[in-house]
C-alpha cells in the first residue's frame, strides 16, 4: 500500500524525487513502529496507534515542527487510502497537529545584500561571472535553488526581461528579472560559451565541465559570498529567497503579488515575511500617530 501510494505522489501527483523520498522515509518509519511494536500493519492502525507513535517521537526528542510534517504525511496517505477504499475508517480524523514556535526567516539586510552585489570583484571568466548571475539572479528574482539548477537557457527572453522556471510540483510561473541583469546574462553566456565544453541539456548554468549544477556546489558559492558580507546566522540560497521577498514587502509590494512571484500555494505561506513589514509599520505608527 505505502508503494503504491509512493506511485500515485510521483505520478499523478507530479511530486518532486525530494519530496516522494520524504514521505517514504515517514511511512517506513510509523510501518516499523506498527508492526515491530503492535504486529500491526498500517491499513489496520487506529487513532489510539497513530497516537501512541507520536507520543513515542515526543519522546524521542523530535521537534514539533518535525512532527508536524510526519502528521500531515500519514493524513495524505490515510484520505488515498480511503479514496482507494483501502480502509473503512480514517484514523487521522481526531489527530491535531503540535503547537509548533513561529519561525521567523533568515534574511539578509537591504544594506548588506547590496553592499555585497555592488563591491565583490569577480573574475572575467566563466566561473567568476556564473557565481555573480546566481548571486543577482537568486536575490533578484527569489527563485529557488532547484530552479536555478534547472532553469534552460531558452527560458530566458532577455526583451522581455522575464525567467520561465519550474517550481514545485512542476508548476511552471513566470518571474521578471532587474533590467541590469540583461547584459550580464549575455556577458556570461558567450563567455560560458568560448570556455566550457557544449552539452545537449540545454541549462542555462553549468560547471567548468559543462555539466549540471549541485545543489552542494551552489550552496558553497552562495554561503562563501553572504559569510564575506553578512553576519547572518543562515547563509544559502533560500536565505537570498527570504531577503528577496522580505525586502518586496518593505517597499510596499502587495502581498498577493509576492506570493505569485514566489510560486507559493497559498498566502500563509508568504504572509511569513511580513514580520520585518510589521515592525516598520510599528514604526511609523508609534513616531507619527498621538496617541502612539
Known amino acids: 500500500m505505502i508503494d503504491s501510494f509512493l506511485k500515485y505522489l510521483q505520478f499523478e501527483k507530479r511530486y518532486s524525487a525530494k519530496t516522494v523520498l520524504s514521505y517514504e522515509t515517514d511511512l517506513r518509519q510509523f510501518e516499523q513502529f506498527l508492526v515491530g511494536d503492535f504486529d500491526c500493519p498500517p491499513q489496520q492502525a487506529n487513532y489510539g496507534l497513530v497516537r501512541s507513535w507520536i507520543v513515542s517521537l515526543v519522546e524521542d526528542g523530535l521537534s514539533n515542527a518535525s512532527i508536524n510534517r510526519k502528521i500531515a504525511c500519514l493524513r495524505s496517505f490515510y484520505k488515498y487510502l480511503r ?23 533568515h534574511f539578509v539586510k537591504e544594506e548588506d545584500a547590496n ?38 537557457e531558452n527560458r530566458v527572453n532577455l526583451k522581455d526581461r522575464t525567467l520561465k522556471v ?36 540545454g541549462l542555462l548554468f553549468v560547471t567548468n565541465k559543462g555539466e549540471a549544477l549541485y545543489p552542494m556546489l551552489v550552496n558553497r558559492i552562495v554561503k562563501k559570498y553572504l559569510k564575506a558580507f553578512t553576519s547572518v546566522e543562515k547563509r544559502s540560497p533560500h536565505v537570498l529567497r527570504h531577503s ?14 509576492v506570493k505569485d512571484l514566489l510560486g507559493h500555494s497559498s498566502l500563509a505561506a508568504t504572509q511569513v515575511y511580513t514580520h520585518n513589514s510589521m515592525e516598520k509599520l510599528k514604526k511609523v505608527f508609534e513616531q507619527a500617530h498621538p496617541k502612539a
Open 83 to 105: 479514496k482507494q477504499e483501502l480502509v473503512a475508517i480514517d484514523p487521522m480524523q481526531k489527530i491535531k497537529i503540535l503547537k509548533a514556535p513561529k519561525r521567523i526567516p
Open 115 to 152: 553592499l555585497m552585489l555592488d563591491n565583490v570583484v569577480f573574475e572575467n571568466n566563466h566561473e567568476g561571472l556564473r557565481d555573480q548571475l546566481m548571486l543577482e539572479l537568486f536575490y533578484g528574482t527569489g527563485m529557488r535553488l532547484s530552479e536555478l539548477i534547472n532553469l534552460k
Open 166 to 201: 519550474l517550481g514545485k510540483r512542476n508548476k511552471e510561473r513566470v518571474i521578471p528579472f532587474p533590467a541590469h541583469l540583461a547584459k550580464l546574462i549575455e556577458r556570461y553566456v558567450k563567455t560560458r560559451n568560448l570556455e566550457v565544453a557544449k552539452h545537449d541539456h
Open 244 to 257: 528577496y521577498a522580505t525586502h518586496l514587502l518593505n517597499k510596499g509590494a502587495e502581498i498577493n503579488a
